[in-house]
């Protein structure tokens, strides 16, 4: 499956972002679907996943409240709004594809096919 996010961009604090990942080749339906950021210097962290079918969703502790991961099969297309952004939410943040078993959807390692980031940047 092929990943390509977008939706990045400029925000405030406080303010929203939509980030949208799109696939193609494959239906994400057959995926756990996350996203990722990575600033320089920094291991890449999890952000948010979700399970294959929808009803399991894992967000890092500094997210949550804050940030929801959704899927649209249809459209084969994740989302990930960002809300009550935080200048420490600036970051390069990614899309990936897992097809690990759902005990470890979560895991990073499971993740096999990723996207190109897209750069979102939060002014204090």
């Known amino acids: 499956v092929q990943l390509q996010a977008s939706g990045g961009g400029l925000a405030q604090t406080g303010g929203s972002l939509r980030l949208s990942c799109a696939a193609s080749g494959r239906s994400i339906s057959n995926y756990h679907m996350g996203w990722f950021r990575q600033v320089p210097g920094k291991e890449r962290e999890t952000v948010a996943v979700?399970?294959?079918?929808?009803?399991?969703?894992f967000y890092e502790d500094s997210v949550k409240g804050r940030f929801t991961i959704s899927r649209y099969n249809l459209k084969n297309t994740v989302y990930l709004q960002m809300n009550s952004l935080r200048p420490e939410d600036t970051a390069v943040y990614y899309c990936?594809?897992?097809?690990?078993?759902?005990?470890?959807?979560?895991?990073?390692?499971?993740?096999?096919?990723w996207g190109q980031g897209t750069r979102v940047t939060v002014s204090s």
């Open positions: 990936a594809a897992s097809t690990a078993i759902h005990q470890n959807y979560y895991r990073q390692e499971g993740f096999v096919s």
């Open positions: 979700i399970s294959r079918g929808g009803q399991s969703t």
